[in-house]
């Protein structure tokens, strides 16, 4: 298991950007696909992108393709989430996960992750 605690998170005006930052710990942080996932109050935690070991594939939900980044430093044992052109949609709880996926098809299924940060808030204001 790798611990991973999330920052970057606060208030927002729509148009704005965060980036939110996950530090790991543990060993071989590198071998793991990390992934952010959102929590709106009453919803379901949504999957929002994910980034293979390597750091070579990634994956979007179709809400935040083309506005927000994955991306990875290993030899930091970071990852990071830059979101721009923020929404009020936007408005959740960020959590960083991770997972041994390996080259497969990381899961968008929040329940198929192992690792767990405690999460973000990010608010966007109109």
């Known amino acids: 298991q790798v611990q991973l605690v999330e920052s970057g998170g606060g208030l927002v005006q729509t148009g704005g950007s965060l980036r939110l930052s996950c530090a790991a710990s543990?060993?071989?942080?590198?071998?793991?696909?990390m992934g952010w996932f959102r929590q709106a109050p009453g919803k379901e935690r949504e999957f929002v992108a994910a980034?293979?070991?390597?750091?070579?594939?990634?994956y979007y939900a179709d809400s935040v393709k083309g506005r927000f980044t994955i991306f990875r430093q290993n030899a930091n044992n970071m990852g990071f989430l830059q979101m721009n052109s923020l929404k009020v949609e936007d408005t959740a709880v960020y959590y960083c996960?991770?997972?041994?996926?390996?080259?497969?098809?990381?899961?968008?299924?929040?329940?198929?992750?192992?690792?767990w940060g405690q999460g973000t808030q990010v608010t966007v204001s109109s």
């Open positions: 543990g060993r071989a942080f590198s071998s793991y696909t």
């Open positions: 996960a991770a997972d041994r996926f390996g080259e497969a098809r990381p899961a968008t299924l929040s329940r198929l992750w192992y690792s």
């Open positions: 980034i293979r070991w390597s750091g070579g594939t990634t």
